[in-house]
């Protein structure tokens, strides 16, 4: 809405404590972030309130240390947000409406889940203020259980043709589709086990840049 740099979301990272291992999530976010990270966000449905902020106010530390800014976005939770100084919030479908989180904060990214092509078209309709559009779930998944039908490819493709918003994949992403997905309209890759679950992230996020590098010298915007 605002004309945010869609290089912003080039490579944003989900987090999932279960893919994390035994591994703590600052660790390995931190080590992501040293591979390419461009976008964190923080996903958090099963934490209390109190821990769920706890976890935000470390990964923001975390994310300010890093040699160039990683914005966080906390998952659904303004009042999160608020309190830990997020740069921004994502939201699915049934979430607190984008245009309640604009009041609160004017000048955060604002991310809207949209798992339709009728989703994507009501979002241009009602010219709802979001920054961005997470298209969910692209692929099958095994990280989140309360999916749409993945969209597939061509799905990727009719919502792109909807809107001029920055448009980010995400379900399924991975090093073997990451290409496919960029080739298909996508601004950016949302990826959650394909780093927090590799054996070393920094190198996984590596690669996933890689192919969002090369993509992005091949078709030039």
């Known amino acids: 809405m605002t ?14 404590s279960a893919s994390c291992g035994n591994r703590h999530m600052a660790d ?30 470390l990964l923001k530390e975390v994310l300010t240390e890093a040699p160039s800014p990683v914005p966080l976005i906390i998952n659904d939770r303004l009042d999160i947000a608020l309190a830990c100084g997020a740069d921004g919030v994502h939201v ?26 009728a989703d994507a078209r009501r979002v241009g309709e009602r ?6 559009l997470g298209v969910s779930p692209v692929f099958p998944t095994r ?22 918003l920055p448009l980010v994949a995400i379900g399924g992403i991975a090093l073997a589709n ?18 927090l679950a590799a054996p ?8 996933l840049m890689a192919v969002i590098e090369e993509h992005g010298r091949m078709h030039p915007s």
């Open 92 to 117: 699915g479908q049934s979430d607190m409406p984008p245009e309640v989180i604009r009041e609160h904060m004017p000048r955060a990214l604002i991310g809207l889940s949209v798992e339709s092509v």
């Open 200 to 207: 070393d992230p920094r190198k996984a996020s590596q690669q």
């Open 28 to 57: 390995v976010v931190r080590a992501a972030v040293q591979g390419g990270v461009t976008c964190v966000q923080l996903r958090e449905k099963s934490l209390g309130t109190r821990a769920f902020l706890a976890r935000a106010h």
């Open 143 to 164: 990280t989140k259980v309360d999916t749409a039908t993945p969209l597939g490819l061509h799905g990727l493709v009719a919502i792109r043709a909807l809107t001029s």
């Open 127 to 132: 010219a709802v203020p979001v920054d961005y």
């Open 178 to 195: 990451a290409a496919a997905a960029l080739s298909s309209g996508a601004d950016g890759l949302a990826v959650v086990s394909a780093i």
């Open 3 to 16: 004309g945010v740099d869609p290089r912003i979301f080039r490579l944003y990272l989900v987090t999932d």
